[in-house]
C-alpha cells in the first residue's frame, strides 16, 4: 500500500537506480491470480505498462480521451477502457470508500 499511488514506471526507475536485480524488475506485473495472464496490461489492454501509465497519468492531469490517444498514438477506444476499469476500481484503492463494520 505505500507504493499504490506512484506509477509503475517510477517504482521501475527507482528500482534500477537502487540496483534491484533485473529478474525481480522485469517480472509480470500480475499476481499469478487469473490462469494464462502473464501481463494484465497486455491481457487486457493491449498496451505495455508504460503506455498504461501515460493514459493514467493523462487522466490525472485532466486531459481528454482524444487528447491521451493522440499524444501516446493509441486508439481512443484503449483510453476509454483504462478509464472505465479506473472507475470500477475506485473503490480498492481507496481504503476511505471501505464499509465501517460495527461489532
Do not use: W
Request: charged share 20%.
Amino acid at each position: 500500500m505505500p507504493l499504490k499511488n506512484i506509477h509503475r514506471s517510477h517504482i521501475i526507475q527507482l528500482a534500477e537506480f537502487l540496483g534491484v536485480p533485473s529478474e525481480i524488475l522485469h517480472r509480470s506485473p500480475n499476481p499469478d491470480i487469473l490462469p494464462g495472464v502473464t501481463d494484465k496490461y497486455i491481457s487486457y489492454f493491449e498496451l505495455d505498462y508504460l503506455k498504461a501509465d501515460l493514459i493514467i497519468f493523462g487522466l490525472q492531469k485532466g486531459l481528454n480521451d482524444y487528447e491521451i490517444a493522440h499524444q501516446i498514438a493509441i486508439d481512443v477506444r484503449i483510453v476509454n477502457q483504462v478509464q472505465e476499469i479506473i472507475l470500477l476500481s475506485e473503490n480498492t484503492r481507496n481504503h476511505a470508500l471501505a464499509p465501517i463494520l460495527k461489532y
